[in-house]
């Protein structure tokens, strides 16, 4: 069982950067694959960024590449997504989620942080 918690979510301008942050709990943390979601009002979830298992490759959204980076501390039960140059379009809750199998939807998922940038 893996318990994630989010947080560093907030208000900012357009143009401003964000760091959130999702500690996990429970074991072996290095060996599950970890990614960062988000739903906008009216829209459906999407992925944002991945990183696999024991700190490899990562993954983006073409809307954030170039702007958002994800990592991991595995020593710290932490995923990062270092989110820069902040548009209105990225407002939205930010979910992060851990699978060791194929697909997120059956993983772990926390209970989102919000991020608002305005105009």
């Known amino acids: 069982q893996v318990q994630l918690v989010e947080s560093g979510g907030g208000l900012v301008q357009t143009g401003d950067s964000l760091r959130l942050s999702c500690v996990a709990s429970g074991r072996a943390f290095s060996s599950y694959a970890l990614g960062w979601f988000r739903q906008a009002p009216g829209k459906e979830r999407e992925f944002v960024a991945g990183?696999?298992?024991?700190?490899?490759?990562?993954s983006y959204a073409d809307s954030v590449k170039g702007r958002f980076t994800i990592s991991r501390d595995n020593a710290k039960n932490t995923v990062y997504l270092q989110m820069n140059s902040l548009n209105p379009d990225d407002t939205a809750v930010y979910y992060c989620?851990?699978?060791?199998?194929?697909?997120?939807?059956?993983?772990?998922w926390g209970q989102g942080t919000q991020v608002t940038v305005s105009s």
């Open positions: 990183i696999s298992s024991f700190g490899g490759g990562a």
């Open positions: 989620a851990a699978k060791r199998g194929t697909d997120y939807d059956s993983g772990y």
